[in-house]
């Protein structure tokens, strides 16, 4: 993800933070400083940092259980507002994914029950029958820290069995319901759901609360189901269609001596976002449309292709669903796969490609339903 920063590795996942993480730490510090000045500053802004600790060890629950499963992980990123586990694939069966989304609120419980124990310990059992937890959650010191996080964990593990989509809870509803109907209605039913859920919450949080941060996470769990649901849709219409079926026979290629000003010609007059670079019969990389012209005004029109070529590519044999090759697509950060028949290089299918596909495929089943609606109307029996 652009504009973040990795700052440790677990398990070969990358962990990073977003630039925007500072914006938090920062309104932490502030929040502090009000009333404690410096140190309640300082305090501010270790406590958030301990909060997305456990956010982490969240996520991280997420990722080794996905990972035991047979499925990668490729990052954790740090946002404002939480973390983001990027999974290379979904799991294959249901139970697979109601275990990895159980994963995460179950670490946040452990993380409380041991911080109840340590609390325990420290404070004697009158820190929490006097209701010292809550009178010391705006206080810098210990007692303060350990009641901010044992509350924040507890409320993150309610929050996130929320039955809706993507929050972990949404996902144990559409692991219980894919066992039963299948994933895909599993999956309109479950974003049905969170989609109603998060209007509710926006509603709530305009006209009653008036919590700007409430409309913001209905926002994202009302967009994030909406995704959930375009991803499962796709994954029905592509999955009966083939690699070699729809890769463009006629596509441009390049030669490595190519100079950069005749592709600029090309690409105003072809759709491709991608030209495979071949020498004689053998492919030796992939050029980007963007790279190409990023590349322009620095190199000037004269520079040749082969300097800026991607040479490790992904390739697809040409029965591949393209659901698969959406998958693959995905889990090379959008680079374009290369695809191979029984005679050898075939062409190349991007992103770009698998979208307008899902496109035309949509319109496509939207008007055999339409035709076999108006069908069952007309043979209907006439009263």
């Not at 969240?58 to 404002?80: D, N, T, Y």
């Not at 124990?117 to 420290?122: D, I, N, R, S, Y």
């Amino acid at each position: 993800m652009k504009w973040s920063y990795r700052i440790a590795r677990v398990s070969g996942i990358d962990i990073r933070v977003h630039l925007t993480f500072a914006l938090i730490v920062g309104y932490f510090a502030l929040l502090f400083s009000r009333e404690h000045g410096g140190l309640g500053a300082l305090f501010g802004a270790f406590l958030v940092c301990c909060l997305f600790f456990c956010v982490v060890l969240h996520e991280l629950g997420h990722s080794l259980v996905a990972q035991a499963f047979g499925v990668g992980v490729r990052e954790i990123v740090l946002l404002p507002v939480g973390g983001v586990a990027r999974l290379t694939r979904e799991p294959q069966h249901p139970w697979q994914e109601l275990l990895i989304a159980l994963a995460g609120p179950l670490v946040n419980v452990a993380i409380g029950a041991l911080l109840f124990v340590v609390a325990l310990l420290t404070f004697g059992s009158p820190w929490f029958l006097e209701g010292d937890i809550w009178q010391g959650l705006g206080r810098p010191s210990w007692s303060g820290l350990l009641s901010n996080l044992l509350i924040s964990n507890l409320v993150l593990a309610v929050f996130n069995m929320i039955p809706a989509l993507p929050m972990d809870g949404g996902r144990v509803l559409r692991a219980g319901l894919a066992m039963i109907l299948g994933r895909a209605r599993a999956t309109n039913i479950a974003a049905a759901l969170a989609q109603m859920l998060a209007a509710g919450l926006i509603a709530l949080a305009l006209f009653k609360l008036k919590d700007p941060v409430l409309m913001i996470i209905g926002v994202f769990v009302f967009l994030g189901a909406a995704q959930e649901r375009a991803s499962s849709q796709a994954s029905v219409l592509l999955r009966d269609l083939r690699a070699g079926d729809v890769v463009n026979p006629s596509h441009v290629v390049l030669g490595p001596g190519e100079p950069l000003g005749r592709l600029v010609g090309l690409i105003l007059r072809t759709p491709q976002s991608h030209f495979p670079v071949v020498h004689g019969e053998q492919l030796i990389g992939v050029l980007g449309r963007e790279v190409a012209l990023r590349a322009l005004p620095k190199l000037g029109p004269d520079a040749y292709v082969a300097g800026l070529i991607e040479r490790q590519v992904t390739e697809v044999d040409a029965s591949a669903t393209l659901d698969e090759v959406r998958r693959s697509i995905l889990e090379h950060d959008g680079r374009p796969v290369v695809v191979r028949g029984a005679q050898g290089y075939v062409g190349l299918l991007s992103f770009e490609d698998i979208t307008r596909i899902v496109r035309v495929a949509a319109r496509l089943e939207k008007s055999n339903a339409l035709r076999r609606a108006e069908s069952r109307r007309s043979d209907a029996p006439l009263i």
